[in-house]
């Protein structure tokens, strides 16, 4: 047994152990820490990230949690990562991803990521919410980089399709049935935590890239690396179009943030129940 499968299974059996759920779960939610739509579902138990051995939470500055949840109606039950493990917070790449491969190991096979994202893309807006379809890795690195399990994936797996174009145009149809703007866009995964210059903006525009985030990547290559299915939302909570860039305060991209969680929390939660 490779030592990333040995640490996969001992968060797994943590996770098992201390389940209040009995049954198959083949669905999980990962988001940022606390959004507001957390408030529509069914909150089971709580579990601290720092409780689960050994990866999640290694450091003091990891304040997520692992959510036991179900729908309001409780006909589906789920997970939720509540906060990512975010590459600049000094984690390396494989630990950012772990707990993806842990929720391959519990049986999950579809994952739904909400982001919070600036963007770069100037039709966009504030406060809108995102439809990633691809994204382009700009971190300067991967979780797939050294020794490769064969029992969670191949070697080179194949990243031509990392956000499920069937299940992508199955949600962004049900969005555009009920009405609900949103933007389809290309992902670009750098490292932050700072914020961007007005060159570096006007750079990231021309690689392609609709919109901005650090947390995304990571993820997505180990779900498609485990055969897990993906989508992926983000809420747009700063504007970082070249020659309009304007400091704003944390108060003010929460705001927006939240702005987008309300109109999109709705939609969220009817995607939720239609996961087979």
């Known amino acids: 047994m490779t030592e990333q499968k040995e640490l996969i299974q001992r968060s797994a059996n ?13 669905f999980a939610l990962i988001t940022y820490r606390d959004p507001s739509f957390l408030k529509d579902y069914k909150i089971i138990k709580r579990v601290k ?6 990866v999640f939470g290694a450091d003091a500055d990891s304040s997520g949690e692992f959510i036991y ?12 990562l509540n ?5 600049y917070n000094g984690y390396r790449m494989r630990e950012a991803a772990h707990p993806v491969y842990v929720l391959n190991e519990l049986g999950v096979k579809n994952i739904i990521v909400i982001e919070e994202a600036g963007y770069l893309n100037p039709r966009f807006s504030i406060g809108g919410v995102a439809a990633i379809y691809d994204h382009i890795n700009f971190m300067g690195d991967n979780p797939l980089i050294g020794e490769n399990d064969s029992t969670i994936g191949t070697r080179f797996p194949d990243m031509s399709d990392p956000y ?3 299940w992508y145009e199955s949600i962004t149809a049900m969005l555009r049935e009920r009405k609900f703007r949103f933007y389809p866009s290309v992902y670009l995964g750098i490292t932050g935590p700072e914020t961007e210059t007005e060159a570096e903006c006007r750079f990231y525009r021309d690689t392609g890239s609709d919109i901005l985030g650090y947390s995304l990547v990571p993820e997505n290559m180990a779900m498609v690396h485990a055969g897990i299915k993906c989508a992926a939302f983000a809420m747009l ?15 003010e991209k929460r705001a927006n943030r939240q702005k987008a969680e309300k109109s999109f ?3 969220l939660a009817e995607l939720i129940a239609s996961v087979k």
């Open 14 to 26: 943590y996770i098992k152990q201390n389940s209040p759920f009995t049954g198959k779960v083949n």
């Open 49 to 54: 990230y720092s409780d689960i051995p050994p």
């Open 69 to 80: 949840a179900s729908t309001k109606d409780g006909k589906k039950k789920f997970y939720i």
């Open 83 to 87: 906060g990512h493990i975010n590459f």
């Open 164 to 166: 499920d174009a069937k």
């Open 237 to 251: 909570s700063r504007e970082l179009v070249a020659d309009r860039l304007v400091e704003i305060t944390d108060a």
């Open 265 to 267: 929390a709705p939609l």
